[in-house]
């Protein structure tokens, strides 16, 4: 139960009292906090809704750089931001979530349906992280992902995307305002030295990953849908269950087919 709410000058104010207690949790748009059955159980909340310095949309070098507190809407209405990440802000079919939610929160939570995690995996974005000393650093999405028993406590300040990325993301649910029982992610990006080909899948319950077995071979050649079954059935993070959204067999046939209609798309140069 939350029974203290603090609101944060700065980012160095915010990641300091973060780092100063461990059953606090940032508050950025509200719309985790909010909901029926949220995921965040802590006593003290830090509310980063008046941080000036967490907003904000800008251009440097090759990249775009999106302060964490920006909304889905922000986002989607900035000239500067690109096409890829447009579309997949625009997974969010509520315009009243939209101005309510944030990129860092979305980040933050790591939701196995999340609408910007495949997209944000496939492009190779970067964050930059705060620690409670107010120094910062900078991770890739994935490395945020896979250690976040680490790094939970920092504050995401800022996320750095590529401007020259090609990604093609596609997204399966029941409804527009339904969250995603698959979103799948392809792309090409200049940021990464050993292979420039991206696929990242968010799959509701399961798991949050990149394939890259997948990728790295397909940087070779294009597969056939059998051929990536196979190797989906033996990747240890992507463990399917039968449930209302169908079989494992026909989760990987999907995930299958799926990945080569965007890998053809981002190849033939419909980025």
């Not at 990604?167 to 409804?175: A, D, G, I, M, P």
Request: glycine share 6%; proline share 2%.
């Amino acid at each position: 139960m939350v029974d203290n709410l603090i609101l944060a000058q700065s980012a160095k104010e915010a990641a300091r009292l973060k780092g100063s207690n461990n059953k606090s949790a940032y508050l950025a748009g509200g719309t985790e906090i909010n909901r029926l059955g949220s995921t965040i159980n802590a006593r003290t909340l830090i509310s980063i809704g008046r941080v000036k310095e967490l907003d904000g949309i800008r251009e440097e070098d090759d990249a775009i750089l999106i302060g964490s507190m920006c909304t889905f809407q922000d986002i989607i209405e900035s000239p500067l931001t690109p096409a890829y990440l447009k579309e997949a802000c625009l997974f969010m079919g509520s315009r009243t979530k939209r101005n309510m939610a944030t990129i860092g929160g979305n980040i933050a939570l790591r939701r196995t349906d999340s609408y910007l995690y495949a997209t944000l995996l496939a492009c190779a974005a970067k964050l930059t992280l705060m620690g409670k000393s107010g120094k910062t650093e900078t991770r890739c999405v994935c490395c945020y992902l896979h250690k976040y028993e680490e790094l939970k406590d920092l504050l995401i300040t800022e996320i750095r995307v590529p401007k020259d990325a090609k990604v093609q993301t596609k997204r399966y649910s029941n409804t527009v305002q339904s969250h995603a029982v698959l979103t799948v992610a392809v792309g090409e990006t200049p940021w990464c030295e050993k292979s420039s080909l991206r696929i990242a899948v968010a799959a509701k319950n399961t798991a949050l990953t990149r394939l890259d077995d997948i990728s790295e071979a397909m940087e070779q050649k294009e597969l056939t849908d059998e051929e990536i079954i196979k190797n989906l059935k033996a990747n240890k993070e992507l463990k399917f269950k039968s449930d209302i959204y169908g079989s494992p067999e026909y989760k990987r046939y999907l995930l299958a087919v799926t990945i080569n209609d965007l890998y053809r798309k981002v190849r033939g140069g419909q980025g």
